[in-house]
């Protein structure tokens, strides 16, 4: 019998475990055999936190005893190349692709695995009048021309902004893996700073929500982030920069001096807002175990108060929907199929 949330088993609204058993006995797997390949797939795919994978772990995702976290939900998908939906970990969003599998291995080397990039760039959508159409065809166009030379469109900066564990940094590392655009990320470029001076000043090197932070700190990190992205701009390198961008993106003024200063290089800009639920944020903030989250989970009720789900930039922009991770794991099987591929 299948448990559901009505036994109390269940923590999640429409989980079907099910599936996951079905989906494990279609592969002809047992549950030795499927932990095994768990591990050497999200070591291959290089995904942090692989999973133990042991029988009696599986056993229970596929009773409904133990609802799998983000990294078993995320190998489990590469796994058996489906969708979180299709796997019965969630009810599917609106107007969501559950049908789409990635092609197998040997099919991949025909040209099937452009398919598994172009699926992943549907998440992209036109937030607020960005012409989402041409910016995924300039991503597609980069990806290939990394294997001849050569790219006709000018050089853009795209802005991945979010709230914490909205998985903005995952998929600005995506489009970085398809463009070879260099990846510019606040937290490693500015970290090594920023907590040594939160200590000097006398609070905590893990404050991201004193005022002193948001008054002292916070301009002069992203005034450091930027710097490190105008410095790509002056030499018209495209570049990927990703940080919660929560100001400067609602922020009118500063988007348009930002659009101009990289205009007069002749580079373009390319705000992209990654859409999360609030359950799916606290999920990866919990899992991650960043030290900087602390207070966050300690006083969640707190912090999500000051968190707007329909936040939006004030400039015309990208839209990725990442609720529930559905964005994130088209990204994890393009990644997959096209990493099958020799360059």
Not at 26 to 39: D, K, N, P, V
Not at 133 to 141: A, G, I, L, N, T
Not at 241 to 249: K, M, N, Q, S
Not at 257 to 273: E, F, T
Request: hydrophobic share 35%; charged share 25%.
């Amino acid at each position: 019998m299948v448990k559901t949330e009505a036994d109390g088993v269940g923590k999640r609204a429409g989980w079907r475990p099910d599936k996951l058993r079905e989906h494990r006995e279609r592969h002809g797997l047992t549950l030795e055999e499927a932990g095994e390949r768990l591990r050497l797939v999200a070591e291959q795919a290089g995904l942090k936190d692989v999973p133990a994978a042991n029988p009696q772990t599986l056993s229970q995702h596929e009773t409904g005893e133990s609802y799998p976290g983000p990294p078993y939900r995320r190998v489990y998908c590469l796994l058996y190349r489906a969708t979180e939906p299709s796997l019965g970990f969630r009810p599917a969003l609106p107007g969501e692709e559950t049908k789409f599998e990635v092609t197998p291995l040997p099919e991949q080397r025909n040209g099937l695995h452009v398919i598994a990039v172009e699926r992943a760039l549907t998440r992209i959508a036109d937030g607020d009048g960005f012409d989402s159409y041409s910016w995924q065809q300039r991503v597609m166009e980069a990806w290939k021309r990394r294997r001849t030379g050569g790219d006709p469109h000018k050089p853009c900066v795209v802005l991945v902004g979010g709230f914490a564990g909205s998985g903005k940094t995952e998929f600005a590392r995506f489009l970085t893996q398809l463009t070879g655009w260099p990846l510019v990320d606040k937290d490693p470029l500015t970290r090594p700073l920023v907590e040594p001076l939160l200590t000097a000043l006398g609070s905590q090197a893990h404050d991201r929500h004193t005022d002193l932070y948001r008054e002292k700190v916070r301009p002069a990190e992203y005034a450091a982030l930027m710097q490190a992205v105008h410095s790509n701009v002056s030499c018209g390198i495209s570049t990927v920069v990703t940080a919660p961008f929560i100001a400067e993106l609602t922020d009118q003024a500063w988007m348009e001096r930002l659009i101009n200063k990289c205009a007069s290089h002749g580079v373009d800009v390319a705000p992209i807002w990654v859409q999360c639920d609030v359950e799916s944020m606290h999920e990866y903030i919990s899992h991650r175990g960043a030290a900087r989250d602390a207070w966050k989970l300690e006083r969640w009720q707190e912090y999500i108060a000051t968190v707007n789900v329909n936040l939006r930039p004030s400039v015309p922009h990208l839209v990725v929907d990442n609720r529930m991770g559905a964005a994130i794991s088209l990204a994890d099987q393009a990644r997959q199929a096209i990493g099958a591929v020799p360059v």
